[in-house]
């Protein structure tokens, strides 16, 4: 990949240029639109089903050429910096800036294409004749076309990304037809309402301002200007559309996904959420106390742009005490019946608790205090029972 793109640079009178502007523009292509409003006037039209379908397909193909270019661009640059004494006569100006950019660019891309082309399961016509809806065949019907431009590109990310049918894997293994479906679609019929205003007439244009409108619905862009890496409110976009994701896709896939984030006390948290369904609960005992730490950095007056104040439900932010948040913790392994996680929780709810009445924190009154121990003591009580460890009870 790199001697090919250093191959076509070299027909370039100034190839430091060209790379430059080839990375910057790239920057600038994920976040070039803003979002339309959700709102149902004259000058922009929602999408139906039908039109998201299409808008996906056509975002999976688009962010697959420009992860392949980003990625063939971030090679050439570390051949360029790994033999710089032999390239020195080629002017690439900040070569660390460029370089920067480059993998940032290439980090967006990849978080992209990986989006665009998960599936979120798949559905035989056997199963989908027990569907009244389905009862007339009309799946079945589809499970023929092909939505491939052309026979050899099976393997293209747009045949991952289909809306429903994927016609080169027709078979399940009772013999009958197979319908993947899209998790981008999916995002973003739950989510999003895509809007396109069609000014132009083209069709072509119009699949382009939807495909853009995906990437502003997404955020992954948010805040590129073209000459910075991406910023905090890039990255924050990623966390936020990772807690859609832990709600509606299956764990296997979230876990992936969060895989791309840096390791934060949002990411932390949502990583437990995560494990908990993938029942390795140690794991998500684990992850839910180092998100704690939070609590801690705020008490030194330290803020993370991607803190745990994005992703906790409103009634533990509400409240704002890290108390508060170890006993939402303890709840949701109570829902899992995991009754020593339930106990090592209530503990950490206590004891930040008698933390906070030693701050004097102005927000817990002695009678609330009191009343809250009860119930902590309660509740670890009850999860001693569960274990059968009377003693401890």
């Given at each position: ?244 994701l832990e709600k509606v896709a299956p764990p296997e896939l979230t876990e992936s996904f969060l895989r791309h984030l840096p390791r934060t006390t949002a990411s932390c948290y949502l990583n437990g959420l995560v494990s908990l369904r993938l029942r390795d609960y140690a794991g998500a005992g684990d992850f839910f106390a180092n998100a704690g730490v939070f609590y801690g950095q705020l008490s030194e007056g330290v803020r993370d742009n991607l803190d745990l104040y994005y992703v906790l439900p409103k009634t533990v932010i509400d409240v704002g005490l890290a108390a508060s948040y170890y006993e939402h913790v303890s709840e949701l392994f109570e829902a899992a019946r995991q009754f020593s996680q ?52």
């Amino acid at each position: 990949h790199a001697k090919h793109a250093a191959r076509l640079l070299g027909l370039c009178q100034t190839p430091g240029d060209t790379i430059n502007y080839l990375v910057q523009e790239l920057a600038r292509s994920a976040g070039a639109a803003p979002l339309l409003p959700d709102v149902d006037n004259s000058r922009s039209f929602k999408s139906s089903a039908s039109m998201v379908g299409l808008f996906a397909s056509a975002f999976a193909i688009t962010t697959n050429a420009r992860f392949e270019l980003s990625r063939d661009i971030t090679l050439l640059l570390i051949c360029i910096v790994h033999h710089y004494e032999a390239m020195k006569a080629v002017d690439i100006g900040d070569i660390p800036l460029v370089l920067s950019t480059s993998l940032s660019v290439f980090n967006l891309f990849a978080v992209s294409q990986w989006v665009a082309s998960q599936s979120i399961g798949a559905l035989s016509d056997d199963s989908a004749t027990e569907d009244p809806v389905s009862v007339d065949g009309f799946l079945r019907k589809f499970s023929v076309l092909n939505i491939n431009r052309r026979r050899d590109s099976v393997d293209s990310v747009a045949s991952k990304s289909a809306t429903t049918a994927v016609a080169e894997q027709p078979v399940s293994a009772a013999g009958g037809n197979v319908f993947v479906y899209s998790l981008l679609h999916d995002i973003l019929s739950r989510n999003y309402a895509i809007r396109f205003t069609g000014l132009s007439g083209s069709f072509s244009d119009m699949i382009t301002e939807g495909m853009l409108q995906i990437y502003a619905a997404l955020g992954f862009a948010a805040g590129w200007t073209g000459d910075q890496s991406v910023d905090a409110e890039s990255q924050l976009s990623l966390v936020l559309f990772a807690a859609k994701l832990e709600k509606v896709a299956p764990p296997e896939l979230t876990e992936s996904f969060l895989r791309h984030l840096p390791r934060t006390t949002a990411s932390c948290y949502l990583n437990g959420l995560v494990s908990l369904r993938l029942r390795d609960y140690a794991g998500a005992g684990d992850f839910f106390a180092n998100a704690g730490v939070f609590y801690g950095q705020l008490s030194e007056g330290v803020r993370d742009n991607l803190d745990l104040y994005y992703v906790l439900p409103k009634t533990v932010i509400d409240v704002g005490l890290a108390a508060s948040y170890y006993e939402h913790v303890s709840e949701l392994f109570e829902a899992a019946r995991q009754f020593s996680q339930v106990s090592r929780f209530g503990h950490l709810a206590l004891q930040a608790l008698e933390e906070d009445a030693e701050l004097n924190t102005p927000d817990l009154a002695d009678n609330a205090q009191c009343k809250w121990q009860q119930k902590l003591w309660f509740k670890i009580f009850y999860a001693e029972l569960e274990r059968n460890s009377f003693e401890q009870a």
